[in-house]
């Protein structure tokens, strides 16, 4: 599986240099394509499988962050789909990966960002808020 981690940062690295534009077009031209073809036999509303439903899945990577996650692992990692059942081609799961990638990395980066703003009660950043040095060094109350 080491040959898709390398295609998929070469590939990755590519799309970040060229720029990704109309990310709900891809979406709609080449994720959900896949997600209809290959996933929604076990994962849709006739079967949620490990209780995933794609057919209900959103586009918006900020509202379904942790399950595009899990599915970016479960491709990656080749545990999905199943040896058995049919199999993406090259082109189709690259073109899955790099959507997830590129659009839940900066969804999250979006979100943590938002996150840090006085009006959300974050006025300390968290790595700040948990570090032992840190600590050690604020005033005793």
């Not at 599986?1 to 709609?28: C, K, N, P, Q, Y």
């Not at 499988?49 to 962050?65: C, I, Y």
């Amino acid at each position: 599986m080491s040959s898709w981690r390398h295609r998929f940062i070469w590939s990755s690295t590519l799309v970040a240099t060229l720029g990704v534009a109309h990310a709900d077009d891809r979406f709609e031209d080449a994720v959900r394509p896949v997600l209809d073809t290959y996933c929604i036999g076990c994962h849709g509303p006739d079967k949620q499988k490990g209780d995933v439903r794609f057919d209900k899945l959103s586009d918006n990577p900020v509202a379904d962050s942790a399950l595009w996650l899990s599915v970016l692992e479960q491709l990656d990692t080749g545990e999905m789909p199943p040896e058995k059942k049919p199999q993406p081609s090259e082109k189709e799961l690259l073109e899955v990966l790099e959507w997830i990638d590129v659009n839940v990395s900066s969804a999250r980066d979006a979100f943590q960002a938002k996150m840090q703003h006085p009006e959300n009660g974050n006025l300390v950043p968290h790595d700040k808020l948990f570090d032992p040095k840190v600590a050690a060094q604020a005033p005793k109350i």
